[in-house]
């Protein structure tokens, strides 16, 4: 097999699971889940093909989709290292979580279409990885839209997963927006959409590189990787089964909008990284103090993922994609194995999310508990564990470039390091809180296998030297680049005296201040109002309401107004009535009889004739 | 008299020309071969007949394919000017033969339902399939003329086929009618343009003046002359009748409704693509010099027949006579094809023929859904028999709901695409106005194409268990309805899956 072949084989893979789950298998949950687990596996093991074949250069393949004329839209891979390394990364978490799933699914009522779902969201994703040009990444990129609506909104019987789907994908079309302008405007001004021709455009020409077209390329970022004003969508996605919330809103999907930037540094002028840099800087800041105000252990993590986007925009605004990517890989590590580890305990305490009904699970769970807090130390960039080091690398470039982002990066770190403590302290220590908790037991083999594999990558993850040659190129690059720049030493030591005390000074400070196995949140009975402001998400979805309620929907009343009177009135009845009328004369001309017709023939013939003559020219 | 006739053979034998029109051939030798079967087998052997026929074309197909990529696909003149081939033709005789497949496999059904002689409707179907090629790869006025009239002919019989039916009597006496006047004036401009072209008195005059490439180059010197411009604008108005475009449209309700479903679907698909073939080696052949006449009066039956066609379909409630009036308007956005290819746009033919594709599937799978569910009184199905069909019939009403969207041009579906290419090329053209109609007029087929849907799948939910006529309704039925949807699909996700434009 080539490399193309492998890939092209990974790629349908999925879409054939999910076709025949779709059309065969609707109501045989048990085969459906075999069909999609053993699809996941031939994604893996099929890419492992893609990247031995590759070698240590890049494929690209490519077929014409439409042509007429000289306008040509097509179809291709563009298979790099950097494609290499996502590819791997979101292959075997995939299928990781597709394993977690049959344990964490057995009960439900709807599990094939759970599986086929999670098929056609890795057929997107991995289309997202592999597409050549911006129009194929966009057709992608609205399919694994479609599948996470399908996803989160997989409880249907309950209101706040519907409200939830529905939110994501609107708040999602406002990105795609921005991105679907900017490909157009990408086209316009390149002549291309094609990844790598645009490369060797701006490489020929710098001037060529447009601060409008970045922006606008940016917005689909924004809305997928879920950074501000549109992150709004990510913690009330929490709603989905939480193989889900691992697979697509931690470790993948919203990973894709870096990945995506990646993909075209190039497109970037200084001005837009650097907004892109505060961007992230101000999420991942923001992020962090909102996960002080959440009790639900989901929602926790879904500001922690969010405050890591905003890391790995950070280093991406810096000039480090390698970085980014870098910390894209190790988070997806930890925090796949932070939310399948949440996974298991909720399954553990028969769907109990509140932290504060749950406590004392290490000794109910401990083999979870283990992984769990080892995916912690990660996050908190512990030295030695994966986050570490991508942390490390990120927070160097910022000391580099400047004193704000550090300093605020810096404090991300304590703020981390701070809601985690606090959420292990309660979760897993004390005694019991609730009926749930107290009758825990620990989750079966398949739920306990990825936690375990995970947890050796989230300790291991970050050691670039033992990575495989074809991986991660562009990381080390980044790495040499950083080691390179001036004044890397004294950062060095600095972000390690700061890092490791912000770890330390985190879960320690969480320890004093929550206490073990708290019962109740100490910052709401000490500081309400603090509290109430962080769990309001210091009000933003707030803001979004009522400009939705007051001003939209009153905008919305009028057109509807408008709607009703001057378009369904006049111009749709209007119109209606005319076409019917018109209908009802050419109707009426097919009298049924012969002679009739002959005349129309006749007709025809005379007008012909005056067109032939040329009488109607003197008119 | 005789040493003449022989060497003429000779000349014909000498060089094996006979060759390259074996297909041709070989479906004669089929449709006469199913006469002479029906005459020798006794009558309870008389059921291999119709599989005869459509295993005899699945052959006829497979050796014009491979003929096809043996001869390769440049274009080339035989038979002193008679016949001329091109890429074109090659890939339409595929195209007519899936055509007379699928008709036959409809008649099959169709004629399973009734009392009727079986045989002959084969052998017709066949028959037409064959001169139907010949039409198309036809260079000269004479052989055209003769090609169109032995499909008219055999269509005379067919479109009147239901003797029972008073509706398909009074059709085929219509096509009858209108068929000779409209033959009338074909004959009739093909006469001026043989008189005017052989005037010594006229430069590039011409011996051999019903041949397309003598004409091309006596009409691109005297296109304004009178007789020329009046011959050809007859010869066109001929034409116009065959892909029933205004003003010459005003049978198709009437015959598409009285004919059996299986032959409106014939008419509808390949006596309509014919035409079009033949409009667009005449346009862009012997009447190249006449642009400036034929591109405005084109247009102007191209506008017409778009609105026409799609507001006459609006109020129809007989789902025969809608696939006629809709039919008119397709006919009026392939015209815009036409027009293009007229103007210069060098792929526009391709569209064109994109487009036939694309209307041969969708036609089919709808004609094909109606050959089913209608019962021995073909001539009257209603849009309400339809209602409820997706509750009944879920693999029927599947069918027809992406046939009909296919036709109403809804992505991801082939219809999309085809109107998609044929948009483009009108916009390369710089055919802005008709373009605005075109649109126009798709918007207004979304409307009744969809009611028709709703009447299938939103109609009242009604308790009572209505009693249809079940036609036996096998595996082959499945497969062959189900490819022609999966082809539907397959195309307008895919267009490269169908290597026609270049």
Known sequence: MTATQSLLAALLAPLLSAALITFFFRRRGVIASTISVVAAAAIFIFSLFAIREMGTGSVVASWDWLTFGNFNVSMGFFFDGTAATMLTMVAFVGFLIHVFSLGYMADDKARARFFGGLSIFMFSMLGIILADNLIMIFVFWELVGFSSYMLIGHYLDTEEAAAASKKAFIVNRIGDLGFLVGIVYAYWHFGTTNISEMHGIVAANADLVNAVIAACLMCGFIGKSAQFPLHVWLPDAMAGPTPVSALIHAATMVAAGVYFLIRIAFLFPESVLGGIGILGTSVAVYAGFCAYGQNDIKKILAYSTLSQLGYMAAAFGLGFPGIALFHLITHAFFKALLFLGAGSIIHGCHHEQDIFKMGGIFKKMPITSITFVLGVLALCGVYGFSGFYSKDAILIAAGLDGTLLFFLLTGGAFLTAGYMGRLVWIVFFGKPKSDAASHAHESGFTMLLPLIVLAVLSVTGGWLQFWPEQLGHIIHLDEVKLHNAAGYADKHHLVLILGSAAWIVGLLGSLLFYGKGATEDQLEKRAAPVYGFLKDRLWFDEIYGYYVAKIQQRFAGLLSVLDVFVIKGVLVRGSAGLVGLIGMCSKSQHVGSIHGYVYWFLAGLIFFWVVATGVLKAF | ?502
């Not at chain 2, 091109?86 to 409809?106: A, E, K, N, W």
């Not at chain 2, 709808?366 to 849009?383: I, K, P, R, W, Y």
């Not at chain 2, 069918?399 to 090329?425: N, R």
Request: hydrophobic share 55%; aromatic share 12%.
């Open chain 2, 1 to 502: 008299m005789n040493d003449l006739l022989a060497e003429f053979l000779r000349g014909y034998t000498a060089n094996n020309q006979w060759a390259i029109i074996m297909p041709e051939i070989m479906l004669a030798v089929l449709a006469l071969g199913l006469l002479g079967a029906e005459m020798v087998l006794p009558k309870k052997s008389h059921g291999l007949i119709p599989r005869l026929a459509l295993w005899g074309q699945l052959f006829v197909l497979v050796v014009a394919m491979t003929a096809g990529s043996y001869i390769g696909f440049e274009s080339k003149s035989y038979f002193s000017g008679m016949i001329y081939q091109t890429d074109i033709t090659q890939f339409m005789r595929g195209f007519f033969l899936v055509c007379s497949i699928l008709v036959c496999y409809l008649g099959h059904i169709y004629l399973s339902k009734q009392q009727l002689p079986k045989t002959e409707f084969y052998h017709l179907v066949i028959i037409i399939s064959a001169a139907m090629m010949l039409l198309v790869q036809s260079s000269n006025f004479v052989m055209l003329f003769v090609a169109l009239e032995t499909v008219t002919v055999a269509f005379y019989v067919l479109v009147a086929y239901c003797r029972s039916s008073s509706l398909s009597l009074e059709a085929g006496l219509k096509y009858l009618v209108m068929g000779a006047l409209s033959s009338s004036i074909l004959l009739f401009g093909i006469v001026l343009l043989y008189g005017v072209a052989g005037n010594p008195e006229l430069a590039f005059n011409s011996q051999d003046a019903l041949n397309f490439d003598e004409l091309r180059n006596f009409i691109a010197l005297n296109s304004d002359n009178l007789l020329v411009r009046v011959g050809a604008l007859l010869v066109i108005a001929g034409i116009c009748f065959k892909i029933g475009a205004v003003p010459f449209q005003i049978w198709v309700p009437d015959v598409y409704q009285g004919s059996p479903t299986p032959v409106t679907a014939y008419l509808a698909v390949a006596s309509k693509a014919a035409g079009f073939i033949v409009l667009l080696q005449l346009v862009t052949g012997p009447f190249m010099g006449l642009q400036g006449l034929l591109v405005p009066v084109l247009s102007f039956v191209a506008a017409a027949t778009i609105l026409f066609g799609n507001f006459a379909a609006v109020t129809q409630r007989n789902v025969k006579r809608l696939m006629g009036l809709s039919g008119i308007a397709h006919a009026g956005y392939i015209l815009v094809g036409v027009i293009a290819a007229m103007r210069g746009v060098a792929w526009a033919p391709y569209a064109v023929i994109f487009y036939l594709v694309t209307y041969l599937l969708a036609s089919f799978a709808v004609f094909g859904v109606m050959t089913h569910l209608a019962g021995s009184d073909d001539a009257n199905q209603e849009l309400d028999d339809y209602e409820n069909l997706a509750r009944k019939r879920p693999f029927l009403g599947g069918i027809l709901a992406c046939g009909l969207g296919s036709l109403a041009g809804i992505p991801p579906l082939g219809g999309f695409i085809g109107k998609l290419f044929l948009f483009v090329a009108a916009f390369q053209a710089e055919l802005f106005g008709l373009l605005g109609i075109s649109v126009l007029g798709v918007v207004i087929s979304i409307y009744y194409y969809f009611g028709w849907v709703r009447e299938c799948y939103f109609g009242n939910a009604s308790d009572e268990v209505i009693h249809d006529v079940k036609a036996p309704f096998n595996m082959s039925d499945r497969v062959l309805l189900g490819a022609l949807v999966v082809g539907t699909v397959i195309i307008g996700i895919v267009p490269a899956a169908l290597p026609i434009i270049p």
